[in-house]
């Protein structure tokens, strides 16, 4: 009989989804990035898991999240108006894609509970 994966093996492949999306793996257009990585929390089934939490957890210098004033160990609260906890992992791949030039704006806190927003253009891949 077949075992499903882990939970820890689930929650690292949609960091990898997520992670990728972000740094600019596309589909369709010239592959855009915004210079950010995460670290996911997610539950429920393998094939449809649930986010419970994204927190950014590295910046690459001088791309636009840096630029924007993102600090490691904030936590993503919204993504395009899409609210994070409780959201499908594979729908907010979707809204976080970005080719070159399209803009994503995100909700977020930092540890302290303070919360902002910024927009970012993602730039093209290099």
């Known amino acids: ?31 855009g990035q915004f210079g950010i990585g995460f670290k996911v ?4 089934f393998m094939l449809n898991p649930k986010l419970k939490s994204v ?6 210098p001088g791309l636009p999240a840096d630029k924007a004033g993102i600090k490691v160990g904030d936590e ?6 899409k ?4 959201a499908s992992a594979f729908g907010m791949r979707s809204t976080m894609h970005k080719d070159a030039g399209q ?6 806190k930092h540890p302290t509970g ?4 910024i927009t970012m253009v993602a ?4």
């Open 123 to 126: 730039v093209p891949k290099t």
């Open 55 to 60: 927190v950014v957890s590295d910046l690459q």
């Open 41 to 44: 929390e997610t539950e429920g």
């Open 1 to 31: 009989m077949h075992k499903p994966p882990s939970a820890p093996a689930v929650r690292t492949w949609v960091f990898m989804l997520l992670m990728f999306t972000c740094l600019g793996v596309s589909a369709a257009g010239q592959p």
């Open 103 to 108: 803009a994503l704006t995100l909700k977020l």
């Open 83 to 86: 609210t994070i906890a409780g």
């Open 76 to 81: 993503v609260v919204e993504a395009d108006g």
């Open 114 to 117: 303070d919360s902002y927003t």
